[in-house]
């Protein structure tokens, strides 16, 4: 029997303003309209000072364990401008820019950083699921709400976002997997940033291509230059169409760097070499976008100074508003346990407030109870 | 009426809620064509289709995953695991994600979704086959349990567990699936979940139990022809606990009954409740018959494992002699 070939493939990159100022007219003419391009660049610069903000909120104690987004926002921000507004995003950590676009308020980004479960409670309509802990679970998530759209013979997919660390979970394969046999339309976006918290790249995939995961699955694939607003606007399109007229899955991997620390409790100099920091810094999506704004001369300096300015105020409010939110009731974490409260948690409550070491609040009637004082729980 | 066994009884129930509500889907492996390994799903996927009754790949915590999902967008999933050694590679989505997505958003998101795992041993089936893990998930904030030990049970509970708004897990003890029959209402009803059952009643002495184990009650109190109050839990989360509270102020004494390992298995959290509630009404110390703290034993061994009405019945007599 003769050695036949069963299998050959390879995957396309596509780069449209690369990191050297040179804009593909072919593939990006008429991709972003000025007038747009203009708001995607005042959302990234926004999404970037709110960075910095939540680092000094952080150090100063006023916000718990930030993760940064710094040098991926091209990223979610291309995604959810080239999806339609009823698409579900599925975020991981790092998407601010595209939960921003999307309509999702700062300042419920920000409470969901100061340790307040109400910055999750992200409105229905805005199709964006919240923010959680978990590395990799999303995916499946994401599987199951595009899964519901087809089985209303709606058109609405779902893009979901996790990084290069989380393509080493069980849950990853599982959703591919799932996406790819029962053809769920899904669009699978790894933003492939490099780190793992210390973590390097090469030792979540050993493959030159993150991709080319998406292969064994049987589902479409493409990597992109993800620092490129244009070449994530493309590729998001152009799977976007494919994946809402098969009904089929498709991947993306986004090639990126994160510019910060993994969060505000991670010192990435650590484990990093300033040079290889240096080098991608010179291929921030936004210095690169500016770059070519200006040389298009539809951005200058004095309009990067208003922007400044504007930007520096929306944020300012955008925390004033989160930190005026009044705080939560101490009784509040056994709200939304349940649609309806078991009586047991009824009494687990009630006892809470008598500081009771666990009685059941009716034993205790007729009992000399002393009230103690809980200075640290009061509000 | 009609003389149904627990595996007719899960059959019709499903088949009601998914006529009455398209909404309601079932995924997991082997649900489909097949009708499930225990034929629990037998003749859904001819009646309700493919896109209802959806084999899925083999991956635990890919189906309760994409169920919460599918949940999360509006639909009542009804995910089956083969069997709850299984639920391992699903604990993640669990009790990271059901459990916690509608406290995680203040109630924008919820998952009402039920998840259909049969339980326990008794069938001489292979290891990981035979567990008894309801505790673990009633210690999961956010979860309720259920684990009927009839029939009649089955059907109301399944039904009430299907329609409620949270993620509920629901013990299907694989012992008794074919053990007996029962006399089951074609028509709707619905049994609250939270709700346990006095199965009968007493003055001697109550015992609680839940899923197959009642049965051995059963048998141990005839054996021991005493004066019992036998009380099937039916829900593990919420516990009526003052169901058991009415019953052990009546008594002032208590038998627990479980085939989970004694240690931190439900019959420790209900004797601490007990303690806390019932203290200066107890005649004798509150008593469990369970599991041992061993890894459950291949079949020729499960039997000595379980609890069965003999150890039973000399938990009984020593609880009454004290």
Redesign the interface.
Known sequence: MPITKVFSTEIERVSILDEHGKFDEKLGKGLIPDADLLRLYESMVACRHLDEVAFRLQRSGRMGTYPQNMGQEANSLGAAYALNKDDWLVPCYRENCGLFWRGVPMELILLHWMGDERGNAIPRELYCTPLAIPIGTQMLHATGLAWASKYRGEKRLACTFFGDGATSEGDFHEACNFAANLEIPVIFFCQNNFWAISVPGKIQCSAPTVAQRAIAYGMKTVQCDGNDLFAVVKCVRDMAAYTRETGKPAFIEGVTYRLGDHTTADDARRYRDAAEVEMWKTRDPITRLKAYMKDRKIWNDSKEGELKEKVEKEIAAAVERAETIAAPTRDDFFNAMYAELPPDLERQRDTMQTHGLGEDPAQLEGAEVRQLDHPEHAH | MANLTLVQAINLALVQEMEKDDRV?ILGEDVGPNGGVFRVTEGLHKRFGA?RV?D??L?E??I????????????R?VPEIQFEGFLG?AY??LC??AA???????????VPMTVRVPVGGGIHAPELHSDSPESIYAHT??L?VVMPSSPYDAKGLLVASIR???PVIFFEPKRIYRAFREEVPEDEYVIPL?QARVVCEGEEMTMVSWGSSVIQCMQAIERTGRNIELIDLRTI???D??AIEASVKKTGRCVIVHEAPKTCGLGAEISARIM??CFLHLEAPVQRVTGFDTIMPYYKLELEYLPDAARIARAIEETAAY
């Open positions: 889907i896109h959806v899925s790949p991956a915590s890919g309760i995953g994409t169920s919460i999902g599918l949940a999360m967008a509006g639909l999933p590679p993640d989505q990271s994600h916690r997505m509608r406290t995680r958003t203040r109630g924008a998101f919820t904030p956010g309720k409620d708004p949270d939270g989360y919420p516990l606990m003052d806390e509630r």
